[in-house]
């Protein structure tokens, strides 16, 4: 089964040259990607009539007479909508609220015509050309309440030529930002969804479970309760069957059956566990619900936790 690509949504206030570099890039068969949504504050942005006809939902609001945090909510609002799970800024000239950046922390990318921390703002091209520098470029970064700060996912170098003016660099700079910005993403999906990532996120939820411990059990890393059983198997090609899976406990093979009936994409029959009312849940379908995945993690720790354990409140 081939993993859905992570859902994307790009905020545009202008050209959309970035936008457009993505979209195409994500046309590429291996792409992790796919661009869900377009969305910008100037409804005269020309990307929005490119992303429409491409195909791709588009939304324009503009935000004269809204509050900042008011007119975040109205595109929050929108992202969420289209199920997105990273914002891509491209060339998006609105400062964003607190709310908003504490929400995407993590999955908010955006694009800066200059090798960060230098030329941070407006007017980059100036600002080079005037310092006389002979080596520009440009940053992808992810997205921190501090303007054009946040940690660095990629850089590429532009050389300043003689007889630049600022135009002539920022097409030179946007040939590169091209490039970078289509790659930075594609590999920030591709490391959250590998294997050591996903284990990463279910060792930190399964660790903060009360007496929790992790120990290996038959080349797997396991999750057991101190005093108690196992609770949790993370599994990876286990017998080479190309599955990155999470084990849990249901409450009998009645409700293993019921699972995979509803959904058998997500859960199936694991072995050996299988017959004592394990269930296996995919964690390489590319639209885990880690919420979810806690929910199972508690249940199955409170069933298998020594009693006192067990009737903690937590
Ligand atoms: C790009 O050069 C981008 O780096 C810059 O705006 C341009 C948008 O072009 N962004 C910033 O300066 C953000 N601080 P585009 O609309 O053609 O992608």
Request: hydrophobic fraction near 40%.
């Amino acid at each position: 089964m081939m993993a859905e690509r992570a859902r994307v949504g790009v905020l545009i206030s202008g050209t959309g040259s970035n936008m457009a570099a993505l979209l195409y890039a994500s046309q590429a068969p291996d792409c992790p990607y796919e661009i869900v949504l377009v969305a910008s504050n100037n409804p005269d942005a020309p990307g929005l009539a490119l992303a429409h006809g491409e195909g791709v939902a588009t939304f324009a609001q503009p935000h004269k007479g809204l509050k900042r945090a008011e007119y975040d909510a109205i595109i929050d609002a929108e992202l969420t909508r289209h199920g997105v799970e990273y914002v891509a800024l491209a060339g998006y000239m609105r400062l964003l609220s607190d709310t908003f950046v504490e929400k995407w922390q993590g999955r908010c990318l955006n694009i800066h015509p200059s090798l960060l921390p230098a030329h941070k703002g407006l007017d980059v091209h100036e600002a080079v050309l005037e310092a006389g520098e002979n080596v520009t470029g440009c940053t992808v970064h992810l997205v921190t309440p501090e303007l054009d700060d946040g940690p660095i996912l990629g850089q590429t170098r532009v050389a300043v030529l003689s007889g630049d003016t600022p135009a002539s660099l920022a097409n030179r700079v946007h040939y590169a930002e091209h490039q970078l910005y289509a790659r930075v993403l594609a590999d920030l999906v591709r490391a959250e969804r590998a294997p050591e990532a996903l284990l990463g996120r279910v060792r930190t939820l399964a660790l903060a479970l009360p007496a929790a411990e992790e120990k290996r059990s038959h080349g797997a890393p396991g999750f057991f309760v101190r005093g108690g059983k196992f609770f949790a198997y993370f599994q990876q090609n286990h017998h080479g069957d190309d599955i990155t899976a999470l084990l849990v406990k249901a409450s009998g093979v009645e409700e293993q059956a019921q699972l995979i009936e509803n959904d058998p994409d997500r859960y199936y029959r694991p072995a050996y566990l299988g017959a004592s009312g394990w269930v296996g849940i995919r964690l390489d379908t590319g639209t885990t619900d880690w919420a979810h995945i806690e929910d199972w993690l508690n249940r199955s720790w409170r069933a298998s936790a020594p009693k006192r354990l067990a009737l903690l409140p937590f």
